[in-house]
């Protein structure tokens, strides 16, 4: 399994952004996929994931502003984010995981300025 992100950038406060991420390879039903961030220092944090049946779940520091979908073929996710904070600057990180394997993605930068 390969994943693919594009998106992010320089975002001012407030505003919005949308990441995306596609996979490719052996694409096993029944998996998950979503998205982590990081800053300098600190561990990787979730941020959003969904299961191949839609099932959703959030950080709670990002609940109500950002949202998680798939694409229709189901090997793509999105992460429609809005209301940026300053605190959002992070390298982002696509996962996909089925049973035991786990893919990340090669991150991608979302920087929201003041």
């Known amino acids: 399994v390969q994943l693919v992100e594009s998106g992010g950038g320089l975002v001012q406060a407030g505003g919005s952004a949308r990441l995306s991420c596609a996979a490719s390879?052996?694409?096993?039903?029944?998996?998950?996929m979503g998205w982590y961030r990081q800053t300098p220092g600190k561990e990787r944090e979730l941020v959003a994931t969904?299961?191949?049946?839609?099932?959703?779940n959030y950080a709670d520091s990002v609940k109500g502003r950002f949202t998680i979908s798939r694409g229709n073929a189901k090997n793509t996710v999105y992460l429609q984010m809005n209301s940026l904070k300053p605190e959002d600057t992070a390298d982002y990180y696509c996962?996909?995981?089925?049973?035991?394997?786990?893919?990340w993605g090669q991150g991608t930068l979302v920087t929201v300025s003041s």
């Open positions: 996962v996909f995981q089925w049973r035991n394997l786990r893919v």
């Open positions: 969904i299961s191949s049946g839609g099932y959703t």
């Open positions: 390879g052996s694409i096993f039903s029944d998996n998950y």
